[in-house]
């Protein structure tokens, strides 16, 4: 039985390998559409960085809060990831949909998973790079890392993008200002669904289909 609880936004899963410009995708698209979407803010128990703010970049938080958290399945999915804790609040996340918003997951294809579970409604997107060369020549410009962490994202990318076919969306993220118009019309067409539509303007359609005086 289908007990997901109704809502008036859609939940967008993205995910994608390292270095495929996943990030600076959802910050365009963040950008132009800032009205009616949002990125999910997760849940860590790392220290934040320089710039970072509490609530706008991460939830900071301790380990025994963030422990706690999961006892109680707070968390829509939740990892370990080096020595620190990453999870995406269920509650927050559903406050958010019953606003209105679209919500933007940020994650990799196993939290995909777990999500997808709880919300089977949920609409996911994978991005994908134009070709390998493409991926590495990316990771290298980025002048983070040195060779030996740009073979390993790269080992670790391969593995990512053998999930591919889990998702409902693929976006190749080639022509930079073309994935972004992809991405854009993905969710400009899933609010224009009839149930969604019907939910926004329950006021309007009673008015325009109420007998005539």
């Known amino acids: 039985m289908n007990t997901e609880i109704a809502v008036n936004g859609t ?4 995910s994608a390998p390292s ?3 996943k990030s600076s ?28 703010v509490d609530g706008r970049d991460y939830h900071f938080t301790d380990v025994s809060t963030f422990r706690e958290m999961v006892d109680r399945g707070a968390f829509l999915e939740h990892a370990r990831v080096f020595d620190h804790f990453y999870g995406t609040s ?18 990799d294809w196993q939290g995909a998973r777990l999500v997808r579970e709880q919300m089977p ?5 994978f991005i994908l790079p134009p070709s390998r060369q493409a991926l590495q020549q990316r990771l290298q410009d980025r002048g983070q890392d040195d060779a030996a962490v740009i073979a390993r994202r790269m080992r670790d990318a391969v ?9 409902d969306y693929l976006v190749i993220n080639d022509v930079f200002q073309q994935a972004l118009e992809e991405l854009a019309a993905i969710l400009l067409s899933h609010r224009l669904r009839l149930p969604a539509q019907c939910r926004r303007h329950t006021g309007l359609l009673a008015a325009l289909l109420a007998p005539a005086q």
């Open 11 to 14: 939940l967008y899963i993205i």
């Open 19 to 21: 270095g495929a410009g």
């Open 25 to 52: 995708l959802l910050r365009a698209l963040l950008e132009s559409r800032s009205s009616n979407i949002a990125l999910s803010v997760s849940h860590t128990t790392r220290s934040p960085r320089p710039a970072e």
């Open 90 to 107: 269920k509650q927050g996340v559903i406050d958010q949909l019953q606003s209105g918003l679209d919500v933007i997951l940020e994650i």
């Open 121 to 125: 409604s949920a609409v996911s997107i």
């Open 159 to 167: 593995s990512e993008m053998t999930h591919y076919e889990e998702y």
